[in-house]
């Protein structure tokens, strides 16, 4: 099935790409998460709007992924979550936790799209994240989970 982007999906393509996919993928995950539209011969107008929009948002040069990338190096990020007694949150850390974070401690915005978790937050501690600012750099967050 033939579908458009219209956020970027890991593995699969940013928002505006015209991707062909198994139709059960489109059906059951992409479609109803809204990441992704049925392709037509109108939805071709949708892609240039999409395209059009992801570049105003999306950083243009490695330099100023750099720039963003020392600055998001340089916030020390804490985060206090529920926990119990053993230091187990109740629940995890979603990547909109942390961006939420990010941006409360001082730092840049960041699209919680863009954070990548190599695994889920479950406990208290001090945790590594990596952030994707731009296809060639990717910026290392550490960020400390405290109890709240």
Do not use: C
């Not at 059906?27 to 998460?33: A, E, F, K, S, V």
């Amino acid at each position: 099935m033939k579908i458009i982007l219209t956020h970027e999906v890991s593995g699969l393509g940013a928002a505006g790409d015209v991707v062909d996919v198994k139709d059960g993928y489109a059906r059951n995950y992409l479609i109803p998460r809204k990441f992704a539209i049925r392709w037509t011969k109108g939805g071709e107008k949708d892609v240039e709007q999409i395209r059009r929009a992801r570049k105003i948002h999306e950083i243009q040069t490695i330099e100023q992924a750099n720039q963003v990338k020392a600055q998001l190096e340089g916030v020390k990020v804490r985060l206090a979550v529920r926990s119990g007694d053993a230091g187990r949150l109740f629940g995890s850390v979603t990547p909109a936790d942390i961006a939420s974070a990010i941006k409360a401690s001082g730092g840049p915005e960041v699209d919680k799209r863009r954070i990548e978790l190599g695994a889920p937050i479950k406990t208290l501690g001090a945790h590594e994240t990596s952030v994707r600012l731009h296809p060639e750099v990717a910026a290392k967050v550490n960020v400390e989970v405290v109890a709240a």
